[in-house]
C-alpha cells in the first residue's frame, strides 16, 4: 500500500497551467482551476518537471509581456485607433495614428528598480551640503507662495490674518487656510 490519496494531476495539466500562467495564473488560480489547493500547486511545480517548466514558461511570457508594456509607457509610443462611423448600409472605417507621451510615473518606476541606487526616491546628493536645505527651502516656498516673505505666517485668501488658533493648527498640520 502507497498511502495517501491518488494524484489528480493529468498530462494535459501542463499545457493548461502554462496558458493560464502566460494570462497572470497565481498558484491559487491554478489551483481553482484544477480544483486543488494551492498547496498541491506547489507540490506539482517542485515534483513534477513538465508541470513546474510548463508554470516558469507561462510566466516568463507574462512577465516580459508586461516589462514591454511598462517600457512602451516609460518612453513613449504610437497607438492605432480604428474608428467606424456612418449607418449599417454604409459605413466608413478611418484608422488614426495617435502617439501617446511618456509617462512619468511608469519612467520612475522602471529607473528605481533597474537603477535602485541612482534613482531612490531617499537618495541624497554625494555632496550633501547647504545646497541641498537650499533647494528643500525653495520648495518649500514654491508649494506655500503665501508664506514668501511672512514671519508671521500664512495669509487667509480674503487678506484677513488668521486666528492664532487656526494657524497654530495649520502649523502643526503644515496646512495653510
Same mark, same amino acid.
Given at each position: 500500500?502507497?498511502?495517501?490519496?491518488?494524484?489528480?494531476?493529468?498530462?494535459?495539466?501542463?499545457?493548461?497551467?502554462?496558458?493560464?500562467?502566460?494570462?497572470?495564473?497565481?498558484?491559487?488560480?491554478?489551483?481553482?482551476?484544477?480544483?486543488?489547493?494551492?498547496?498541491?500547486?506547489?507540490?506539482?511545480?517542485?515534483?513534477?518537471?513538465?508541470?513546474?517548466?510548463?508554470? &516558469? =514558461?507561462? *510566466?516568463?511570457? $507574462? +512577465? @516580459?509581456?508586461?516589462?514591454?508594456?511598462?517600457?512602451?509607457? %516609460?518612453?513613449?509610443?504610437? /497607438?492605432?485607433?480604428?474608428?467606424?462611423?456612418?449607418?449599417?448600409?454604409?459605413?466608413?472605417?478611418?484608422?488614426?495614428?495617435?502617439?501617446?507621451?511618456?509617462?512619468?510615473?511608469?519612467?520612475?518606476?522602471?529607473?528605481?528598480?533597474?537603477?535602485?541606487?541612482?534613482? &531612490? =526616491?531617499? *537618495?541624497?546628493? $554625494? +555632496? @550633501?551640503?547647504?545646497?541641498?536645505?537650499?533647494?528643500?527651502? %525653495?520648495?518649500?516656498?514654491? /508649494?506655500?507662495?503665501?508664506?514668501?516673505?511672512?514671519?508671521?505666517?500664512?495669509?487667509?485668501?480674503?487678506?484677513?490674518?488668521?486666528?492664532?488658533?487656526?494657524?497654530?493648527?495649520?502649523?502643526?498640520?503644515?496646512?495653510?487656510?
Amino acid at each position: 500500500m502507497s498511502g495517501g490519496r491518488p494524484t489528480l494531476y493529468k498530462a494535459e495539466n501542463a499545457d493548461i497551467a502554462r496558458h493560464a500562467c502566460m494570462q497572470g495564473a497565481t498558484n491559487e488560480t491554478l489551483g481553482e482551476r484544477f480544483e486543488v489547493t494551492r498547496r498541491t500547486i506547489d507540490n506539482w511545480i517542485a515534483t513534477i518537471p513538465e508541470f513546474g517548466a510548463a508554470v &516558469r =514558461e507561462g *510566466r516568463q511570457v $507574462a +512577465d @516580459e509581456s508586461v516589462i514591454a508594456a511598462l517600457y512602451a509607457r %516609460a518612453t513613449g509610443m504610437e /497607438r492605432k485607433t480604428i474608428e467606424v462611423t456612418g449607418g449599417a448600409a454604409r459605413s466608413v472605417t478611418t484608422t488614426q495614428t495617435v502617439q501617446v507621451l511618456p509617462d512619468v510615473r511608469a519612467c520612475m518606476f522602471w529607473l528605481r528598480n533597474r537603477r535602485p541606487e541612482q534613482w &531612490r =526616491e531617499s *537618495r541624497r546628493p $554625494a +555632496d @550633501e551640503d547647504d545646497d541641498w536645505q537650499e533647494l528643500e527651502g %525653495a520648495a518649500e516656498r514654491a /508649494r506655500y507662495p503665501p508664506l514668501a516673505g511672512r514671519a508671521s505666517g500664512p495669509a487667509l485668501s480674503t487678506g484677513e490674518e488668521p486666528d492664532a488658533d487656526l494657524l497654530a493648527q495649520a502649523e502643526r498640520l503644515r496646512v495653510y487656510p
